[in-house]
């Protein structure tokens, strides 16, 4: 399993950013994203399942991030709005093959067994 972010950067708050996530290597997934902030432990901020399309988010992230999938790209987009200084963190890709459902049970750091290498996300005040 190959994974590939893009897309990060500097925003100013209330700004917003689509991060990609190009995969290879896997057809049925649980694909989160995942951030660190310094000084922080990692935190799975959504993720989306192949099987059935469902979704989990974190709530500090609820209404303003959304995740999809482009499966004719075999991409997966976190498109982030509202951005906050908070959400400023290395964000990754990562994957878990098999068709489990989204859930807080499953989205979480130790779940997955691939990992991309990261984009870094900065968000100003």
């Known amino acids: 399993v190959q994974l590939v972010e893009s897309g990060g950067g500097l925003v100013q708050a209330g700004g917003s950013l689509r991060l990609s996530c190009a995969a290879s290597?896997?057809?049925?997934?649980?694909i989160g994203w995942v951030r660190q902030a310094p000084g922080k432990e990692r935190e799975v901020v959504s993720c989306?399942?192949?099987?059935?399309?469902?979704?989990y988010y974190t709530d500090s992230v609820k209404g303003r991030f959304t995740i999809s999938t482009d499966n004719a790209k075999n991409t997966v987009y976190l498109q982030m709005n509202s951005l906050k200084p908070e959400d400023t963190a290395v964000y990754y890709c990562?994957?878990?093959?098999?068709?489990?459902?989204?859930?807080?049970?499953?989205?979480?750091?130790?779940?997955?067994?691939?990992w991309g290498r990261g984009t870094q996300v900065t968000v100003s005040s």
């Open positions: 990562a994957a878990d093959p098999g068709t489990v459902a989204a859930g807080p049970s499953v989205c979480v750091p130790t779940w997955f067994g691939s």
């Open positions: 290597g896997v057809d049925n997934y649980l």
């Open positions: 989306i399942s192949s099987s059935d399309g469902g979704t």
